[in-house]
């Protein structure tokens, strides 16, 4: 049981990238679409480039929306609206015309019974007239609209004419007591009538309501059907009208019932396959190139988490509306990871993450090779994120590249620009402005993942820093090293394209070491005391070496970051303090070399062989006497040439022409240093 614990505790690091390995995968093949890939790929008005296509099974011919849409609009607007009578308006009515009638016609001198048979004719009046039912006055009708009326458990479609309007009523009066000659007493009717008429039929709005989303709700989805073996599409034909929409039918039928049947989990395993192999590449590239993140499980575990943030994102667009898919910010992801780590990252993270969203997205060839063309505009154009007008302007060429690819796609397959889709070109200017959320979320990510970028650097750069006022106070000479060297490293930086905010701060915070000792180093020692003649070869390069050792510790007890302090470990790389080893070799040949010998490791990118260069040009420049632009030449190329001899950049992905470069740069600072001027002849 302890070997099995002590096992798990060496490669716990090892245990947790597989399981974010395999967590990722699943993850991802989770969010992929439930449907399987239609494998002939079409496009509305082009040429079919396959062979004759004909049916492989029976399938139903869906709808476009358009058709869906419009058998929707043309049942709302056959739709009728429903009323419901109210029985108890009518008996309140009736209630009222008994207990009324004697007082509205007691002027009138008539007996007992024309009284009676008066009373009779106004209830059969108002018996027709509740029976047609009345309603108020609406203009929102005419007579020829067919409504539906229900009275009780009953239900009759009527025309809305049929009922009694009440600015209708005194014509229906009228018309009554002309019939029975009583028209005679039509001012009495007429006020009777009047005062007590209440429509008892309404509109319901509910009843109306349901009923038309019961019948929106039985539009079918399909029209027709097709035959297995039915030819679809000849090679040649052109892809149009039903055509296309049989295809799309087919596409459609044919990922439902490839994801449905027995074949689902060799989909899955299908997908799973490819996820991983495109994680298990990413994971090489980490090992290969980037080492010191890929031990970093904090950092292997944020560049997984932006490729599933990207994919999520994808996805949920392509399921809202695959016409939207641009709208995606996806050069969020190579411009943060670039902030975070270096272009080269960056971009190979971004090209297996468009790779992967090709399964998923429509025209997918047309997709990848506008976003890889975009993440490649991307890393080449923002070379300073900390100055935020490198952002705006990066942010513009990449709409711009945007625009210019999706325009010569679109002529390349129309033949003309005529009916180019101009929202298109919409989605691309909101996925610039998307794209400059990069800002915020680099802080946010900061905090997060603990991670240093290029905006905290130039924080960090602020010489008035509690670690720098500190360096400055206990260690001037040294203070004053830093500063130089940091101004040549920045303008080497400069000169080759390389991160000169990251050189500046490593170049600053290298030598802070020396605090401890800072009497044992040379540009520290104001006297001609040296305290190395009490000291042995040895016991001095140890204190030599220490400072890159206590330069470590002490960096990473003031939470400076890793990229910062990876400068402190480099600077020296795997060198040796030459003058003491020469020392103890003249009294002893059997000395052993790496008790002289920095333990490493060698610079691992651009920056840091800028910083080691730099740093040794500057120190060992401080024992020229009298230089001149030749002595200057040599200095510089002697020193950086031994470098390249003892192999201190193999790891650094750093060309020879970008070294002369370097080289340049730094004889131009040293001669400006030294007030050097050309002489002219006479």
Same mark, same amino acid.
């Given at each position: 049981m302890k070997h099995i614990l002590d096992n798990f505790y060496k490669n716990q690091s090892l245990i947790y990238k597989g399981f974010l390995f395999i967590a990722t995968i699943v993850l991802i093949v989770y969010l992929f679409p439930k449907g399987g890939k239609f494998k002939y790929d079409f496009q509305k008005g082009k040429l079919w480039q396959y062979e004759t296509l004909y049916a492989p099974f029976d399938f139903a011919i869906y709808k476009t929306d358009a058709e869906i849409k419009s058998d929707k609009a043309a049942i709302k607007a056959n739709h009728p609206d429903y009323f419901r009578y109210e029985n108890a308006v009518r008996d309140a009515v009736f209630n009222g015309y008994d207990e009324k009638f004697s007082s509205y016609f007691s002027s009138e001198n008539i007996s007992n019974g024309e009284l009676k048979?008066?009373?009779?004719?106004?209830?059969?009046?108002?018996?027709?007239?509740?029976e047609k039912g009345v309603v108020q006055n609406s203009t929102d009708y005419n007579g020829d609209k067919v409504v539906n009326v229900v009275k009780g458990n009953e239900e009759r479609t009527i025309l809305y004419g049929s009922f009694v309007k009440l600015s209708q009523l005194d014509r229906v009066i009228t018309a009554f007591l002309s019939e029975k000659n009583?028209?005679?007493?039509?001012? =009495?009717? =007429?006020?009777?009538?009047?005062?007590?008429?209440?429509p008892n039929v309404f509109f319901d709005e509910g009843l109306t309501q349901k009923t038309l989303e019961r019948e929106i709700a039985k539009v079918t989805t399909t029209r027709g059907n097709i035959d297995k073996g039915k030819r679809i599409v000849a090679k040649g034909e052109v892809v149009e009208g039903e055509k296309y929409n049989i295809l799309n039918s087919l596409r459609k039928e044919y990922q439902s019932k490839l994801w449905n049947e027995n074949n689902y989990n060799w989909i899955v395993f299908g997908y799973t396959i490819l996820v991983g192999l495109t994680l298990f590449m990413l994971l090489l590239f980490l090992q290969k190139y980037r080492p010191d993140v890929f031990i970093n499980n904090n950092k292997v575990t944020f560049i997984f988490f932006n490729i599933l943030v990207m994919i999520f994102l994808t996805t949920t667009v392509v399921k809202f509306n695959a016409q939207y898919v641009y709208v995606v910010p996806l050069c969020i992801m190579p411009l943060i990871l670039k902030a975070f780590f270096d272009p080269r990252l960056g971009l190979f993270t971004h090209v297996l993450t468009v790779l992967l969203l090709g399964f998923i997205v429509p025209n997918s060839f047309e997709y990848v090779f506008l976003q890889i063309i975009a993440g490649i505009v991307t890393?080449?154009?923002?070379?300073?994120?900390?100055?935020?007008?490198?952002?705006?302007i990066s942010v513009g060429q990449i709409?711009?590249?945007?625009?210019?690819?999706?325009?010569?796609?679109?002529?390349?397959?129309?033949?003309?620009?005529?009916?180019?889709?101009?929202?298109?070109?919409?989605?691309?200017?909101?996925?610039?402005?998307?794209?400059?959320?990069a800002f915020p979320l680099i802080y946010i990510y900061e905090k997060l993942f603990s991670l240093v970028s290029d905006v905290s650097l130039l924080e960090l750069s602020d010489t008035n820093s509690k670690l720098l006022k500190e360096l400055s106070d206990k260690a001037p000479g040294t203070f004053h090293h830093s500063l130089q060297v940091a101004n040549l490293a920045e303008a080497a930086a400069n000169e080759i394209g390389a991160n000169s905010m990251l050189v500046r701060v490593g170049a600053l915070y290298h030598d802070i070491g020396k605090m401890n000792n800072p009497a044992y180093f040379t540009e520290n020692q104001t006297t001609s005391v040296n305290p190395h003649n009490e000291l042995s070869p040895v016991e001095s390069a140890k204190i030599i070496i220490n400072h890159v050792i206590e330069g470590i510790e002490l960096a990473k007890k003031n939470n400076l970051p890793d990229r910062v302090i990876d400068f402190i470990r480099t600077h020296h790389g795997t060198s040796l303090v030459y003058y003491f080893y020469r020392k103890a070799y003249e009294v002893d040949e059997t000395v052993n070399r790496e008790d002289f010998q920095y333990p490493g490791p060698i610079p691992y990118s651009k920056e840091t062989a800028i910083l080691m260069m730099s740093d040794s040009v500057e120190a060992a420049s401080k024992s020229l006497k009298n230089p001149t632009f030749t002595t200057i030449n040599q200095f510089v190329d002697k020193i950086i040439n031994k470098q390249i001899e003892e192999d201190q950049f193999l790891n650094a992905n750093i060309t020879f022409k970008e070294i002369e470069s370097i080289k340049k740069v730094l004889k131009q600072k040293l001669t400006n240093i030294y007030h050097l001027r050309i002489e002219y002849p006479e």
């Amino acid at each position: 049981m302890k070997h099995i614990l002590d096992n798990f505790y060496k490669n716990q690091s090892l245990i947790y990238k597989g399981f974010l390995f395999i967590a990722t995968i699943v993850l991802i093949v989770y969010l992929f679409p439930k449907g399987g890939k239609f494998k002939y790929d079409f496009q509305k008005g082009k040429l079919w480039q396959y062979e004759t296509l004909y049916a492989p099974f029976d399938f139903a011919i869906y709808k476009t929306d358009a058709e869906i849409k419009s058998d929707k609009a043309a049942i709302k607007a056959n739709h009728p609206d429903y009323f419901r009578y109210e029985n108890a308006v009518r008996d309140a009515v009736f209630n009222g015309y008994d207990e009324k009638f004697s007082s509205y016609f007691s002027s009138e001198n008539i007996s007992n019974g024309e009284l009676k048979q008066l009373q009779s004719y106004g209830k059969e009046l108002l018996n027709t007239i509740y029976e047609k039912g009345v309603v108020q006055n609406s203009t929102d009708y005419n007579g020829d609209k067919v409504v539906n009326v229900v009275k009780g458990n009953e239900e009759r479609t009527i025309l809305y004419g049929s009922f009694v309007k009440l600015s209708q009523l005194d014509r229906v009066i009228t018309a009554f007591l002309s019939e029975k000659n009583i028209t005679e007493y039509k001012e =009495s009717y =007429s006020s009777i009538y009047f005062d007590i008429i209440q429509p008892n039929v309404f509109f319901d709005e509910g009843l109306t309501q349901k009923t038309l989303e019961r019948e929106i709700a039985k539009v079918t989805t399909t029209r027709g059907n097709i035959d297995k073996g039915k030819r679809i599409v000849a090679k040649g034909e052109v892809v149009e009208g039903e055509k296309y929409n049989i295809l799309n039918s087919l596409r459609k039928e044919y990922q439902s019932k490839l994801w449905n049947e027995n074949n689902y989990n060799w989909i899955v395993f299908g997908y799973t396959i490819l996820v991983g192999l495109t994680l298990f590449m990413l994971l090489l590239f980490l090992q290969k190139y980037r080492p010191d993140v890929f031990i970093n499980n904090n950092k292997v575990t944020f560049i997984f988490f932006n490729i599933l943030v990207m994919i999520f994102l994808t996805t949920t667009v392509v399921k809202f509306n695959a016409q939207y898919v641009y709208v995606v910010p996806l050069c969020i992801m190579p411009l943060i990871l670039k902030a975070f780590f270096d272009p080269r990252l960056g971009l190979f993270t971004h090209v297996l993450t468009v790779l992967l969203l090709g399964f998923i997205v429509p025209n997918s060839f047309e997709y990848v090779f506008l976003q890889i063309i975009a993440g490649i505009v991307t890393i080449q154009t923002i070379s300073e994120l900390h100055k935020r007008a490198n952002l705006f302007i990066s942010v513009g060429q990449i709409t711009l590249v945007y625009i210019i690819a999706y325009f010569a796609f679109y002529v390349i397959h129309e033949g003309n620009f005529e009916t180019i889709h101009w929202v298109t070109f919409g989605l691309f200017v909101l996925n610039g402005l998307a794209t400059l959320a990069a800002f915020p979320l680099i802080y946010i990510y900061e905090k997060l993942f603990s991670l240093v970028s290029d905006v905290s650097l130039l924080e960090l750069s602020d010489t008035n820093s509690k670690l720098l006022k500190e360096l400055s106070d206990k260690a001037p000479g040294t203070f004053h090293h830093s500063l130089q060297v940091a101004n040549l490293a920045e303008a080497a930086a400069n000169e080759i394209g390389a991160n000169s905010m990251l050189v500046r701060v490593g170049a600053l915070y290298h030598d802070i070491g020396k605090m401890n000792n800072p009497a044992y180093f040379t540009e520290n020692q104001t006297t001609s005391v040296n305290p190395h003649n009490e000291l042995s070869p040895v016991e001095s390069a140890k204190i030599i070496i220490n400072h890159v050792i206590e330069g470590i510790e002490l960096a990473k007890k003031n939470n400076l970051p890793d990229r910062v302090i990876d400068f402190i470990r480099t600077h020296h790389g795997t060198s040796l303090v030459y003058y003491f080893y020469r020392k103890a070799y003249e009294v002893d040949e059997t000395v052993n070399r790496e008790d002289f010998q920095y333990p490493g490791p060698i610079p691992y990118s651009k920056e840091t062989a800028i910083l080691m260069m730099s740093d040794s040009v500057e120190a060992a420049s401080k024992s020229l006497k009298n230089p001149t632009f030749t002595t200057i030449n040599q200095f510089v190329d002697k020193i950086i040439n031994k470098q390249i001899e003892e192999d201190q950049f193999l790891n650094a992905n750093i060309t020879f022409k970008e070294i002369e470069s370097i080289k340049k740069v730094l004889k131009q600072k040293l001669t400006n240093i030294y007030h050097l001027r050309i002489e002219y002849p006479e």
